[in-house]
């Protein structure tokens, strides 16, 4: 298979974390019984991440207007035709199993966490937005907020490997741009001024941590591997690998001399 | 008409307003088929913007013990007894479609504005709590915080021409009062500090921008046109046209002397 | 009955909080019919509080693979067999119905407050971690977070006579611990700093107040009767009966000499 093409194929690492997400599940039915109707219907009957995924998703995103069944459609025809959105699901799989001490499985992940859901389902509106399906991809972006409390504008560019931990409240705009292996706590917002349109939200360059409920406004560049303390009110460029923390947040060390990051 | 009676007659204006709704529905089904169930549900199949927004918030409020059309009769039954509800709303989509870049038509806010759908939806529980109805106010004002993620009191005061952007996490307390023009991201309290019963709430003045995850504390009035930073936790009056940032918050400028905004 | 084995007896006070639970449905069917299949289905058709909550709890939580019979059996067992988990729920109805002004009766509570079924929901998700059922715990944590907007680890230990205030956001790690009477707003993080697995959560005394939007992060103990502002962000031990606000967050009067409270 072409690994930069638009295939649906899969290399062995990514049929491997299947098998493993299969077993996973497999163990959980043995050992829970009440759990069974839920993994088979979101696991076991599948034959690929891509179905069992694409089936989860629509199934939470449906409502009375919105068909499950035609939702599920969309979302496995983005699956299969976007190599990249295939590679950022594995990646993120992997990164928040390696990252999050209460990732137990990557089962638990698929299932369960919200910031996970909220992300594939973003990365689905954001290739309908790029295929000139708009209306459509703001109707899911509003079913994200709803559903998982994560409003994420779908002409927003997200890396992969990108862990959103328990997710609720994040807010991205338009313009903003997420860089790889970037993790995001709950309640963080990547705004705007509200002064200007056109490029007007942050840059989260690659390895950023953000912590809990920070807010970083405007456009701006937050450099590779900085953090972003808790609760931070972020207004400024942030060099890379260093911390900026309070509100508004300035960096430890000093402005000129910040401390840097091993 | 008498626009100042407790009268469901429209202005022209409103009328033209309901007309550009129906046919951006329209081009919307055109477009997107996948969406056409929706858009007739939702706008299409009703003869007024007041029968939409009632069905719509119904609804998506209803539950197993909630009825839907019951629900959707009370909100009918606020909608045509109250002028001043009517144009609140013409007011707030108007705002919203003038001052939120990323709202691109009337039929984008409707339909997927959680922000503009819970303010809505509280205009209502804030009309049956003025009629005595308060069991049933309290009950929407939990729908409304389920669903939308949204807590405003029943009993608090809120003007029109309001924009509630994104919205997640909002919280407005009973004796808040909230002007005309306001603009209020996600994240924001309008709280009290706990201390005391009674008015306990803050009074936001007209044209006032709340930034994201700002906490105001207390019964404290925010001057006209003022602006919170993000993040910013406001304990004090702050004067009109003055803006204030930062955990505790001071004014920019100085406290004596602040920076008036132009 | 004894009162600390595990057993289901209730003593005189709980029983009499249950009849003036249902004195207070009965009222508000007379006065409201719109709600009379509200208020039966949740609370007059059940013969006790332990049955009335199982059955509210089960019937938000259920989903489409989540069957809401067996949940609400789930749930039955869990308050039938610890005694714990009833003093618990009780207290925390006493709690909430003595410190919210806008709690106006504990029918409203149990009904309206998702602060309230959010930790009753978490209550029996700790039940069930602690009897090695820990993925049925973790499913329920997060439908919990779906549902309410709450997201509490299961393994979490949290007192009694806790009030979630509004409860949008909060998030609470693995390792945190609450002790009674705390008071905890919504958008409240008791996080861990990230660098480390183990246990690495705050540990919250009993009698502290944490305002809206503040983050409490890492090993840290907040002492008894401490308050903590709005929107700090706390990373260090705070004194008992001392205030803490701002981000980073300093003590009210100095480090070394805090103001204390009355």
């Not at 599940?25 to 690929?48: Q, W």
């Not at 992300?119 to 290739?127: A, I």
């Not at 840059?203 to 931070?232: C, F, M, R, T, Y």
């Amino acid at each position: 298979y072409a690994s930069n093409g638009n295939t649906k194929a899969l290399n062995s690492a990514e049929e491997e974390l299947w098998i493993t997400i299969r077993q996973e599940a497999s163990d959980i039915v043995s050992e829970e019984s009440f759990l069974s109707k839920h993994l088979n219907i979101y696991i076991l009957c599948h034959g690929s991440l891509e179905h069992a995924l694409g089936f989860l998703l629509a199934n939470k995103l449906a409502s009375s207007t919105l068909n499950s069944d035609d939702l599920y459609s969309i979302f496995l025809d983005a699956l299969r035709s976007s190599r990249k959105l295939i590679e950022s699901i594995y990646a993120d799989l992997k990164a928040i199993k390696e990252k999050d001490p209460a990732c137990t499985s990557y089962c638990h992940c698929i299932l369960n966490f919200k910031g996970f859901q909220a992300c594939q389902s973003y990365r689905v509106s954001h290739y309908l937005w790029g295929r000139g399906r708009k209306t459509l991809a703001c109707v899911l972006q509003s079913r994200i907020s709803e559903v998982f409390d994560v409003d994420i504008h779908p002409a927003a560019k997200i890396g992969k490997g990108v862990l959103f931990d328990h997710a609720t409240g994040v807010v991205i705009g338009e313009t903003a741009v997420v860089g790889d292996n970037v993790s995001i706590l709950h309640g963080v917002t990547l705004g705007g001024t509200g002064k200007q349109g056109g490029d007007r939200h942050p840059k989260i360059q690659d390895g950023v941590l953000i912590g809990a409920g920070a807010s970083i406004i405007g456009n701006v560049i937050v450099g590779e591997g900085a953090k972003i303390g808790a609760g931070a009110v972020v207004l400024m460029d942030i060099p890379s690998k260093t911390t900026a923390v309070g509100c508004p947040a300035r960096l430890v060390g000093s402005r000129n001399n910040p401390s840097k990051l091993k």
